[in-house]
Structures are given as C-alpha cells and as structure tokens.
C-alpha cells in the first residue's frame, strides 16, 4: 500500500511559477513510476507528466513541455513538479500518482494504483 500527499498547490498570476510537491509512504517508492494529472472542471483527468524509478527518463504532455519539470528523490520518497510559465489554461486540481514501473502506459491513468488527494491549482489571467 501506497500513500500519497500532495502539497504547494496555490493561486498565481499568468506567467508565474508554482512547485507542487508528492511524499509517498512505503519504501518500495522506486519501484513506482510517478506521476501528476491534472483535472479542470467539466474535463476528463490528463496526463501532465511522468517520472520512472531511476528519475532518469521522464515524460512530458505537450501542452507543459519546456514550462514544466518533473523530479524525484528516492532517498526521500518525494516527487516534485516545478511549474514555470503558468497559464490560465494550467487551472486545475493537480493530482499525483503512482503506478509499479513499465515501459508502457505512462500517460494512462486508469493504469495508477495510487493516488493522492488533490492539490488545486488557479493561474489569474
């Protein structure tokens, strides 16, 4: 079992930048891909990006690619996404999770066993 706590969600202006951060419990955490998705109201959860248990190979929506960076520290169990350039359009509650790594279905998050409670996020135009 997995548990996930997601924190530094917040209110910025457009351009501005957040740092979301995900501690896990259990001491398999390298184990896991991670993950964050995000859900803005009325739209379907997305994949934002991914992170596998090494940290050394990282995956990236389209939308956030260059904005956005994704980092882990095993030692700590923690997984952060920096958030740079925001927009309106990156509103959203932003949620991360963890699924047992795999070359495949990274972006998929029916494929998450793990997932944390949410942290909103609103970019200000």
């Known amino acids: 079992q997995v548990q996930l706590v997601e924190s530094g969600g917040g209110l910025v202006q457009a351009g501005g930048f957040l740092r979301l951060s995900c501690v896990a419990s259990?001491?398999?955490?390298?184990?896991?891909?991670m993950g964050w998705f995000r859900q803005a109201p009325g739209k379907e959860r997305e994949f934002v990006t991914a992170?596998?248990?090494?940290?050394?190979?990282?995956y990236y929506a389209g939308s956030v690619k260059g904005r956005f960076t994704v980092s882990r520290d095993n030692a700590k169990s923690t997984v952060d996404l920096q958030m740079n350039s925001l927009k309106p359009e990156d509103t959203a509650v932003y949620y991360c999770?963890?699924?047992?790594?795999?070359?495949?279905?990274?972006?998929?998050?029916?494929?998450?066993?793990?997932w944390g409670q949410g942290t909103q996020v609103t970019v200000s135009s």
């Open positions: 999770a963890a699924k047992k790594n795999s070359y495949s279905g990274y972006d998929r998050p029916g494929l998450y066993e793990y």
């Open positions: 259990g001491r398999t955490f390298s184990t896991y891909t």
């Open positions: 992170v596998r248990g090494s940290g050394e190979i990282r």
